[in-house]
């Protein structure tokens, strides 16, 4: 009976199996393809998000002058909106590198991408962005000298602006055509079409649009021998351009007048212009006009002083000859540029075959995995069996290392109050006595937070992967060295490093290396007496790298490796009374990467650490190393614990506040730590505590306090989500935030950096250091937030709210706001443009503008754009195509785009919010 029980039960789990093997095999041909049906939304979601900011990085290069980096930009965004089917985003790529190659000199290959564009705007019937790029194509030809082609597509732009009744872009429009008819010597028709658009700027009061149509309807009145018409329009011309500072039109128009003026014998007035122009390419940089304004003064002056004009016709050939060799060498780089593109193109081609092998591989191993998958179900069966064990072991292990780690870091939680209270206690105490004992238990919360703080690296160290590089060393060793010097600077210890080369590489794990190097020299400065001099240096020998740490400390006895570095610990805690950064976890971290250490006694020379590690660690190879590999790829999460003192509902509601008074936001769910933060602040401020950041994010939004100061672990929200919130609220994103930690490792104060916090302190702190952030901070951002507001608000009294002593830097701001608006609806308005008319470098103007606003130029210019664009919409009726001109935004749908970035709003819903109900 036993034995047919014994055999049911086997047949009945072979069966079971059976089955399960079955619907494994179904599972594994089928589970992909809906898997990746699935998730094909969301993921074509995410990487079309990534798409945009793509593209949106190459328009802030392209305003930049970074021509060439716009354009690989662009094209990889294009690359993902074609596999994705996004015709109207590949138009905006096709007419931004177009754009690009117009700039770079490549006037071919920018025809030839917004042909490409036109074509998917007429199949999407979009009449608005056709008349843009009819334009676009029209003036190209234009510039390419080819004026007939011009011409079809110039008429074509201006049907449908008729249709719109858009007066400045229609403007725009008549003007090219003038100009193409006027290279047709279709002389009646230029007029005509300079005198409607000459019509449309007088309407619209754009002084430096009427001034370049009255430049041209001279050139037209020129070539139609009206010279009086001529002179004329010329002289109204400069008028204009000399009124409202424009430099390029009035030096051009000056050397045409000029010409004129010698064909009817006025030569000593055309000579006054004609240096006019010359000064003013002078400080343009104008090399063609120069030039040929140097052969105008020659044939000007060749009766009154022929000496003189043979000078100025020597000058004109020699800038004619840089001239020409400059566009040589420009025509030798656009060939070398096209090359890199059919390169590139080739490249890519090259891997989508690469990729279609690739997918027939698959395809072909798909179904030999089908075929070879019943012999594969047994050891399947005890893989997984493994592999369960493998997970249980690891489990319990992270399990044990999270409880150590989330322990060891609520220890700082109490010792940040009894040593911040014991410091308070002892300042306010009068009886030698009890300071004494006061500076003793602080004393002893130092030694706790100093066994805490070795816990925590022991814990740091096990948590991070190792993740393997190869690389140049040099760079991260420098780096650490580098922070290890604010270690010596208290102690007047200086380190000078020597490495043999600058390039030197070998395998290595980025986070050990930094532990190590600073274990190393952290001991090194503990043995170090007052003004002492380390020298490290790093070489390459044969197939070691050396890292070397010299020290003139006390001869050391020359022991075995384990007790050296155990009477090295103790001398350490003999000498300084601090036990300083075990050197055990340093040999650890050594071991780890298969390396040697050892601590070598020179005699009266002192001391010498070296640690020795193989250049090569598996002939398989790793990946280039970047800074940022040091960072960890998983953040670390504590776990709070139920120990901490917790708020009641009476102190969680928020007060009542005096808005007369500075306002401090407390956010921290240890009770006692942030009454303790309260005790600090409240003689200035008066503070709001909330225990998490769900509730502090509430309380700011309501309250708008001064200052934030906030804890990284809690409940519901976080410090560093708290952090990245605040920093995505207009309302919020200027108020200065400080984060409290008390894991006291790099990965959370860089996590928190990155979010926007403006300061990170480590718990326990010091409370005159607090004190002093704080003040600092708010001085800062009082400056800063009155100034911008102001500056791009475009209110010019803003010097009033500088103090006495920046008195020229706020002179300085008035001519900048000055200087962007009057130039504001040109779309060429960039940094390099307005560091023309600062009459500084783009360097300087970027460095200066950054030090007086806090942003770089090219973001200043494109708030005051869009701060320009919100009057406009809440003031008046204008249409919004006329507002996109007027901001000097090159197209709607970017204008569109960009302001809805900035104001989370599009401009028609900005333009209902702003109406009265």
Same mark, same amino acid.
């Given at each position: ?90 138009? +905006?790529?096709? &007419? ?102 000459? #019509? ?19 050139? !037209? ?45 006025? *030569? ?47 000058? &004109? ?27 590139? #193109? ?54 044990? @290392? ?10 700082? @939680? ?13 300042? @306010? ?30 814990? *740091? ?46 395998? %290595? !794990? ?36 050396? %890292? ?61 650490? *070296? ?153 326990? %702190? ?12 708010? @001085? ?28 020229? +830097? ?20 960039? &940094? ?86």
């Amino acid at each position: 009976m036993i034995i047919s029980n014994q055999n049911t039960q086997g047949s009945t789990e072979a069966a079971r199996r059976m089955r399960l093997a079955i619907a494994m095999l179904v599972a594994l041909l089928v589970l992909p393809a809906t898997v990746g049906c699935h998730d094909k939304k969301t993921a074509r979601s995410s990487i079309l998000n990534d798409a945009d900011s793509t593209l949106e990085h190459a328009y802030v290069l392209y305003d930049e002058a970074k021509y060439q980096q716009s354009l690989n930009l662009a094209r990889m965004a294009k690359g993902i909106y074609e596999r994705h089917d996004d015709q109207a985003m590949v138009s +905006d790529c096709y &007419s931004h590198i177009a754009a690009c190659f117009q700039r770079l000199g490549d006037v071919d290959s920018g025809i030839t991408n917004t042909i490409k564009g036109m074509e998917i705007e007429e199949k999407l019937g979009d009449n608005e962005r056709l008349s843009s790029t009819y334009n676009n194509l029209a003036g190209l030809y234009l510039t390419a000298g080819r004026p007939e082609e011009a011409l079809a597509f110039i008429d074509k732009a201006i049907e449908i602006e008729r249709g719109f009744n858009n007066s400045p872009r229609l403007s725009i429009r008549y003007g090219i055509a003038a100009e193409i008819h006027l290279k047709l010597l279709n002389l009646d028709s230029a007029l005509n079409y300079i005198t409607m658009a000459h #019509e449309l700027d007088t309407r619209a009061g754009d002084s430096v649009k009427i001034a370049r149509r009255l430049s041209v309807m001279g050139d !037209i009145y020129s070539k139609m021998n009206r010279k009086a018409d001529a002179e004329s329009a010329y002289r109204q011309s400069i008028a204009l351009l000399e009124q409202n500072g424009e430099i390029t039109s009035r030096m051009i128009t000056c050397q045409h007048l000029a010409s004129l003026l010698i064909d009817e014998g006025k *030569n000593r007035e055309a000579v006054e212009l004609l240096t006019t122009s010359t000064r003013l390419s002078e400080n343009t940089g104008a090399k063609l006009v120069r030039m040929k304004n140097y052969e105008s003064l020659a044939k000007a002056l060749k009766h009154d002083n022929p000496a003189l004009a043979i000078d100025y016709m020597t000058r &004109s050939n020699n800038l004619k000859d840089s001239i020409n060799r400059q566009e040589t060498s420009e025509l030798t780089a656009k060939y070398a540029a096209q090359f890199r593109s059919q390169q590139q #193109e080739l490249t890519i081609a090259r891997q989508q075959r690469q990729i279609q092998r690739q997918y027939f591989f698959i395809a072909g191993a798909l179904a030999l995995a089908a075929v070879l998958l019943a012999a594969v179900v047994a050891l399947f069966y005890f893989l997984r069996y493994r592999a369960r064990s493998q997970r249980i072991l690891q489990r319990v292990s992270k399990e044990r @290392q999270d409880f150590l780690t989330s322990l060891t870091n609520e220890f700082r @939680q109490p010792l940040t109050v009894i040593i911040g209270q014991s410091q308070a206690l002892q300042q @306010q105490e009068k009886n030698p006595a009890r300071q004494e004992q006061l500076e003793a238990i602080a004393r002893q919360g130092q030694s706790v937070l100093s066994l805490v703080n070795q816990m925590i690296n022991v814990s *740091n160290i096990n948590r991070h992967r190792a993740n393997w590089y190869h690389d140049n060393v040099v760079t991260l060793v420098e780096m650490t060295i580098e922070n290890a010097r604010t270690m010596a600077h208290p102690r007047h210890v200086t380190i000078d490093f020597v490495a043999e080369r600058s390039t030197i590489e070998m395998d %290595f !794990i980025p986070y050990y290396i930094d532990n190590l190097v600073s274990g190393v020299l952290y001991n090194a400065i503990n043995l170090s007496d007052r003004g002492e001099r380390i020298v490290t240096t790093l070489r390459r020998l044969d197939d070691k790298v050396i %890292f070397s740490a010299i020290t003139a400390a006390a001869d050391i006895d020359n022991e075995r490796l384990d007790n050296l570095f155990h009477s090295l610990e103790r001398e350490l805690r003999h000498r300084r009374g601090d036990n300083g950064k075990e050197l055990s976890l340093v040999r650890h971290l050594v071991e780890t990467m298969n390396g040697e250490i050892e601590v070598i006694n020179l005699k009266d020379k002192g001391t010498a650490f *070296n640690v020795i590690f193989p250049a090569i660690h598996t002939t398989g190879g790793y990946p280039r190393w970047v800074p940022d590999a040091i960072i960890p790829d998983e953040p670390i999460e504590i776990a709070p614990t139920d120990a901490k003192p917790t708020f009641s509902a009476e102190e969680q509601a928020l007060p009542a506040v005096n808005a007369e008074q500075p306002i401090a936001l407390i956010v921290d769910d240890n009770q006692d730590i942030a009454r303790f933060i309260d005790s600090l602040l409240r003689p200035r401020f008066q503070t709001i505590i909330t225990g998490n950041g769900a509730q502090a994010l509430g309380a700011a939004a309501e309250f708008k306090p001064d200052i934030v100061l906030t804890d990284t672990v809690m409940p519901q929200m976080d410090g560093i989500e708290l952090c990245r919130a605040m920093r995505g609220d207009d309302a919020l994103r200027l108020i200065p935030i400080i984060v409290f930690t008390a894991t006291g490792d790099n990965d959370t104060r860089i996590s928190a950096l990155h979010c926007g916090a403006d300061a990170v302190v480590n718990k326990p %702190f010091d409370a005159r250091e607090l004190i002093a952030i704080v003040t600092n901070l708010l @001085q800062q951002r009082a400056f800063l937030r009155t100034n911008l507001e102001n500056a791009i608000g475009g209110d010019n009294s803003v010097g009033n709210t500088i103090a006495e002593g920046t008195k020229a +830097d706020s002179e300085w701001v008035k001519e900048l706001n000055n200087t962007i608006m009057a130039n504001i609806a040109d779309p060429e308005l960039g &940094s390099i443009m307005l560091a023309d008319k600062m009459c500084l470098s783009q360097r300087q103007l970027n460095r200066k503008v950054k030090a007086l606003t806090g942003y770089d130029t090219s973001t200043y210019i494109r708030e005051s754009r869009i701060s320009l664009a919100k009057r406009l919409l809440a003031a008046t009726d204008q249409p919004i195509n006329e507002i996109v001109v007027k901001c000097g935004f090159d197209s709607p749908s970017y204008f569109a785009k960009i302001f809805k970035q900035v104001v989370n709003l599009t401009p028609s819903d900005y333009r209902r919010s702003q109406q009265p109900l």
